[in-house]
């Protein structure tokens, strides 16, 4: 567990260690999250790759969960953060890129096919999360059983509301989303998680006891062997 004094060492610690993974593994699996947590982690990437002299062309990314009903052109999607966060400023090609497609005509087809191409690529190899303050990872609301795969989720109004802040109001986010399962996180070889301010300590703490729960999913990753937190001091101490 790594402890840092705030966000801006935390998205410097964890831009640090994915760089790492990338100068051992060209081919490297990077699964990534979205949400207001890695933006500074992706920030700093860029910053620390602009000087750096790494060939990039081989990576691809796996995204955790993408909104059911939205076109990949809406603002608030997933794809769209990508594209700013990441492919856009590193110049990635898109065909590096592997995303749910929320508006797929079957959705529980695109769940495995989803599923299927993260095995395809021989499964993840550094997979980067946030945490929800009910201790979500990806979209696996609490009690999601602990062998789901990539699957359709209902978001819980506690999601919505949370993630009201990037729509114009609650009514605008959507009600459904696909997710990768935990049984898929869990595969992963390896993981870090990020964690910063005050609204996430109750989520951190129940990781941090060290307690596998089902009302806080995260606390499986105690069960990874190679998994590292990154927290910041107020997710830490709240
Ligand atoms: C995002 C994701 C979510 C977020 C979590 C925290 O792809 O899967 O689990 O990581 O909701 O979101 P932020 O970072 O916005 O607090």
Redesign the pocket.
């Known amino acids: 567990m790594i402890i840092t004094k705030d966000y801006t060492q935390l998205s410097e610690r964890a831009a640090e260690l994915i760089i790492d993974h990338m100068k051992n593994n060209p081919s490297l699996v990077l699964g990534?999250?979205?949400?207001?947590?890695?933006?500074g982690t992706y920030t700093q990437l860029i910053k620390k790759l602009n000087k750096e002299d790494l060939d990039l062309s081989e990576i691809k990314t796996v995204?955790?969960?993408e909104y059911v009903g939205l076109v990949s052109e809406h603002s608030q999607s997933?794809w769209t953060y990508m594209k700013e966060y990441l492919y856009n400023p590193l110049n990635l090609s898109y065909n590096q890129a592997i995303i749910p497609n929320g508006k797929a005509e079957d959705l529980h087809k695109e769940c495995e096919r989803y599923e299927q191409e993260i095995n395809r690529l021989g499964g993840i190899d550094l997979q980067i999360?946030?945490?929800?303050?009910n201790g979500?990872?990806?979209?696996?609301e609490p009690y999601t059983p602990f062998d789901s795969r990539t699957h359709v989720v209902q978001l819980t109004e506690n999601?919505r509301k949370?993630?009201a802040r990037f729509f114009t109001g609650e009514e605008e986010v959507p009600e459904r989303a696909i997710?990768v399962g935990i049984s898929t996180i869990m595969k992963s070889k390896s993981i870090v998680l990020?964690a910063?301010?005050q609204?996430?300590a109750s989520a951190v703490q129940a990781v941090l006891n060290g307690q596998v729960d089902g009302a806080w999913p995260a606390t499986i990753l105690n069960n990874h062997p190679d998994v590292t937190f990154i927290v910041d001091e107020a997710a830490k101490n709240g």
């Open positions: 990534a999250a979205t949400g207001d947590t890695p933006k995204n955790l969960d997933y999360l946030g945490i929800g303050r979500h990872i990806g979209f696996n999601t949370a993630n997710t990020l910063s301010g609204e996430k």
